[in-house]
């Protein structure tokens, strides 16, 4: 029978709940109560048919509680006058609230409700969008919302996360809880101290003013007779981001890879650098403007991703070319094969007509299903190889 049961009229009050709606109404929006429940009853012929069934459905209905039950009067040409269920009604937030056993949640959301409008009432239009998310965070909320108080009063502080000195804070409740407050500190700041530019959880400290960990670049230089810096020739260097772009060591080639032991292992070649590509993205060697002048090479898996990150980086310096990444490369170490777990299947702009054509042979495995090949696979003497035709004058 398809009549509505008590679970499934219940079911329809916990949807409501798990959309907010009945937490939003303590915060004195429009009231959704009283609550008409959606009700499937028999027909004329289930009445006749499915006498004894039905008489046991209303009596289910009767015996719920924290319902009101509006009847409607009807006669059956062989039952005679009878009352069936017509409407079913939760008058009250108070009765819905029991009926889900979330009285006790709704008491710590008033509650929330009340530190809210005492602390920050500019944000209690949140708590009517975000109910369950706020309830969910009601142990700490009293804390962020003191956190929020102290980043009004102190705005772009200019300090790292770790230094915000509140008494019961930690500073890794902020950092645990950055894209929440994000959207407490966009309601509650003055738009002039918040940086619109930066977003994301990456940005965090850029958009509301503190300081962020420095971002570090990690190099060689491969010119034994360099002696732009003294002393550091085939030293293995890392730079914060600022200090690297005003290094400037007069190289005219720069190597990029992503496999430490290719880093490390990478042959000495004059006039040259290598930096290891694994940990930042390709805007921190942006701040490098001599960068652009210099022969760029990147060497990276021959799969979809590492056609990817070539796209990505020629996004920062349009003249980067590929090393190692042709399908002759990859036909001659066949024996290396493996397999790409979660193959890239965008377009890329930016690869060379070559370099589309492999990538599209990848991703539509017409060589081999989810194919690669790791940079770390390729044979040293055929790096090397490589390097001489690369590097020898036309």
Request: net charge neutral; glycine share 4%; charged share 25%.
């Amino acid at each position: 029978m398809k009549w509505s049961t008590p679970d499934e009229l219940r079911a329809q009050l916990q949807k409501r709940w798990e959309r907010g709606e009945l937490l939003a109404s303590l915060l004195g929006s429009e009231s959704p109560f009283p609550i008409r429940l959606t009700l499937k009853t028999p027909t004329s012929p289930d009445m006749a048919e499915h006498f004894d069934q039905v008489r046991t459905w209303i009596a289910a209905l009767r015996a719920m509680p924290h319902c009101r039950i509006e009847m409607r009067e009807f006669n059956h040409r062989l039952l005679g006058a009878n009352a069936i269920p017509h409407q079913i009604w939760v008058d009250t937030l108070a009765a819905a609230l029991v009926w889900l056993g979330k009285k006790r949640d709704a008491e710590r959301f008033n509650t929330i409700i009340a530190i809210t409008r005492a602390q920050q009432p500019q944000l209690l239009p949140w708590l009517a969008k975000r109910p369950l998310r706020a309830l969910e965070l009601a142990e700490s909320w009293s804390l962020l919302l003191t956190i929020v108080g102290w980043l009004k009063a102190h705005p772009r502080p200019g300090i790292y996360l770790r230094q915000v000195d509140i008494p019961l804070v930690h500073s890794k409740l902020i950092e645990a809880h950055r894209a929440l407050l994000s959207e407490l500190f966009d309601l509650s700041l003055a738009p002039e101290t918040i940086d619109f530019n930066a977003t994301g959880v990456n940005q965090f400290a850029q958009r509301y003013g503190f300081l962020d960990k420095p971002h570090r670049i990690r190099f060689r230089l491969l010119d034994l007779i360099s002696t732009r810096l003294p002393g550091a020739q085939l030293a293995d260097i890392t730079l914060d981001a600022d200090s690297f772009a005003r290094l400037n060591p007069a190289i005219s080639r720069v190597f990029i890879t992503e496999n430490e032991i290719n880093f490390l292992a990478f042959p000495l070649l004059p006039d040259s650098m290598v930096i290891f590509g694994a940990g930042y993205g390709f805007e921190m060697l942006s701040k490098a403007e001599w960068l652009s002048c210099c022969q760029m090479i990147y060497w990276g898996d021959i799969d979809t991703h590492g056609y990817a990150i070539l796209d990505q980086l020629r996004n920062h310096f349009p003249h980067a070319q590929s090393f190692l990444m042709d399908r002759t490369t990859l036909m001659a170490f066949e024996t290396q094969w493996g397999q790409e777990d979660k193959p890239m299947l965008r377009d890329l702009p930016r690869l060379t007509p070559d370099e589309a054509a492999l990538f599209d042979d990848l991703r539509d495995n017409r060589i081999k299903k989810h194919l690669r090949l790791e940079q770390e696979r390729i044979g040293f003497t055929w790096v090397e190889a490589a390097l001489t035709i690369l590097t020898s004058p036309i």
